[in-house]
T-cell receptor, first 112, second 111 residues
Framework: GQNIDQPTEMTATEGAIVQINCTYQ??????LFWYQQHAGEAPTFLSY????GLEEKGRFSSFLSRSKGYSYLLLKELQMKDSASYLC?????????????FGKGTSLLVTP | DGGITQSPKYLFRKEGQNVTLSCEQN?????MYWYRQDPGQGLRLIYY???????QKGDIAEGYSVSREKKESFPLTVTSAQKNPTAFYLC??????????FGQGTRLTVV
């Protein structure tokens, strides 16, 4: 099975940096994904890690430590439009059809 | 344009009725997935399919059924056996071990 934990809510100021943590326990690991979801909309892909280390993609970066079962998403130069829910997901192995298992999401509020 | 399309966007169901949610993709992806999202909950896996004519139950398959007769299509039927069907339903597709992309979702309400 999978157990994926992330904070429920976070608040940050426009222009600042915020780090959203995700810890997981899994019986099969085949990559960790981050998605952004605005209210009432579908999740959109942000970042993906399969090996340990940092992946940078513009204002967004994601880090993975497989030995610690830990990932974080780093958002820099926050903008008001970054207010959304951020979903951490672990991809299983072939036994689960490589399906994504999601945490409950972190709701980020960016304030002026 | 390539993409994944869900329809309808909003759906209302009476108690005891079966309803079918459509999901079509033209991305040539092998795998397709159905998730359910409730307020304050993460996405929960209902069914998945890795190839045509084959599908597997996810974590919350009871009260749902699917088919995969074509690579492009993976419809989900919410049956009367599903006791609490009001939710936001999301369909996704991916290449094998690739990035999953989501449709725009169907919001189902029981009236």
């Amino acid at each position: 099975g999978q157990n994926i934990d992330q904070p429920t809510e976070m608040t940050a100021t426009e222009g600042a940096i915020v780090q959203i943590n995700c810890t997981y326990q899994t019986s099969g690991f085949n990559g960790l994904f981050w998605y952004q979801q605005h209210a009432g909309e579908a999740p959109t892909f942000l970042s993906y890690n399969v090996l340990d280390g940092l992946e940078e993609k513009g204002r967004f970066s994601s880090f993975l430590s497989r030995s610690k079962g830990y990932s974080y998403l780093l958002l820099k130069e926050l903008q008001m439009k970054d207010s959304a829910s951020y979903l951490c997901a672990v991809r299983g192995n072939s036994n689960s059809g490589y399906a994504l298992n999601f945490g409950k999401g972190t709701s980020l509020l960016v304030t002026p | 344009d390539g993409g994944i399309t869900q329809s309808p966007k909003y759906l209302f169901r009476k108690e005891g009725q079966n309803v079918t949610l459509s999901c079509e993709q033209n991305l040539n992806h092998d795998a397709m997935y159905w998730y359910r999202q409730d307020p304050g909950q993460g996405l929960r896996l209902i069914y998945y399919s890795q190839i045509v004519n084959d599908f597997q139950k996810g974590d919350i398959a009871e009260g749902y059924s699917v088919s995969r007769e074509k690579k492009e299509s993976f419809p989900l039927t919410v049956t009367s056996a599903q006791k609490n069907p009001t939710a936001f339903y999301l369909c996704a597709s991916s290449p094998r071990q690739g990035i999953a992309f989501f449709g725009q979702g169907t919001r189902l309400t029981v009236v």
